[in-house]
């Protein structure tokens, strides 16, 4: 009663193609701002997190800020060494 390998493939590449059409769509058709107080709650917490002027609400995006503030952290080292290495190689 299992599927043979051509099944499979169309269905695995519906689930891709499904997935890469919703997501252009999303991503087409999001906001360009922070329209919502959660999202504006969450990038005042990755600048400072204050959990005293909700910044961001409790109880589960004191997390979510975490993980973004390593991603902001990193990301601004992963600058600053590329710009290090780049005048490095200018001689």
Known sequence: MGLDASQ???IRTKAVLLFAI???FYFVSRSAALDEIDSVNFAMG?????????????PGYPLFVFAGWIGVYWKAHFVELYLIEGRGAQG
Not at 46 to 58: C, E, G, K, S
Request: charged share 15%.
């Open 8 to 10: 499979e493939i169309q």
């Open 22 to 24: 919703t997501f252009a």
């Open 46 to 58: 990755i600048r400072h997190f204050d959990l005293w002027n909700h910044q961001p609400h409790p």
